[in-house]
């Protein structure tokens, strides 16, 4: 039911593989790709603490409070290492857990922090979850009636994708809640004008694919890679997506799973 948040989802047989979703959004981002995850790996795919289903946000929050919470919940999941695949905050998290040694490889989707130093778009991005988040609490009551119309659709999902007719309208309505009911929208927005995405990238010795969208309207290509281009992964094994947008696991999931088994099946 799109109403009903979990704080996890397990499935599947073989080595582990842990999925990491983007800000404000849940594990379900990953349901497309899932059937075809499963069929390689052992996955793994928490909430993130804070958001809808997930551990509640206490304290203050810390660079390490993402990581730590999804480090504690592999403990707890019984993984010490994995695959990692992360999109946007989460392709974020999962190379900060690859500098903890605690990832066999990383597949990021479009993984924030890439902008480089001093740019001041970035700001405006983050500044911008707020209203969105305001405007999906008043939408909220009725967002399984505007997931069932082609036009509502494709107004919730704008900004995330460029291809939408194949997304369930009730993983839709799901996102749409689930963005009104993030706890951690102010908060991290907060932290994060403030301290910037760090990143130890010398740490980071496992394989990486950076994957990004052309028409990405939340982080742009190339801009939002810029750090990560010249600076962070030289090595990094990158690939573009010509016309595909923030979620490449929800614009082209059958495509986006392809990279992720092809990659973590060297």
């Not at 206490?58 to 707890?76: F, H, K, Q, S, W």
């Not at 990238?201 to 982080?219: H, K, M, Q, S, Y």
């Amino acid at each position: 039911m799109s109403a009903r948040f979990t704080p996890f989802h397990r499935g599947g047989t073989g080595s582990p593989l842990v999925c990491l979703h983007g800000f404000t959004d849940t594990w379900r981002t990953w349901e497309l790709v899932l059937p075809e995850l499963e069929r390689h790996h052992d996955v793994f795919a928490p909430t993130l603490i804070g958001h809808a289903g997930g551990p509640p946000l206490e304290g203050e929050v810390t660079d390490a409070l993402i990581p730590d919470a999804i480090a504690r919940a592999m403990d707890n999941a019984g993984i010490a290492r994995a695959h990692l695949v992360g999109n946007s905050l989460g392709g974020y998290v999962a190379l900060q857990l690859a500098a903890r040694g605690r990832a066999d490889s990383v597949v990021a989707f479009a993984p924030a922090g890439g902008w480089s130093e001093g740019d001041a778009w970035f700001a405006d991005m983050l500044r911008s979850f707020a209203p969105m988040q305001a405007q999906l609490k008043l939408a909220a009551p009725r967002a399984q009636a505007i997931a069932a119309s082609e036009s509502g659709r494709r107004r919730a999902t704008e900004l995330i994708t460029t291809n939408f007719a194949h997304i369930p309208a009730e993983l839709i309505a799901h996102q749409m809640l689930g963005v009104a009911r993030c706890r951690a929208v102010e908060p991290m927005i907060d932290f994060a004008l403030r301290e910037g995405y760090p990143l130890d990238v010398e740490r980071i010795t496992c394989p990486v694919r950076i994957i990004w969208g052309t028409a990405d309207r939340v982080l742009p290509w190339p801009s939002a890679a810029h750090r990560f281009r010249a600076e962070g992964f030289p090595g990094a094994d990158w690939i573009e997506l010509d016309g595909i947008g923030h979620c490449p696991q929800l614009d082209v999931p059958t495509q986006a799973a392809q990279l992720i088994v092809g990659f973590t099946a060297r």
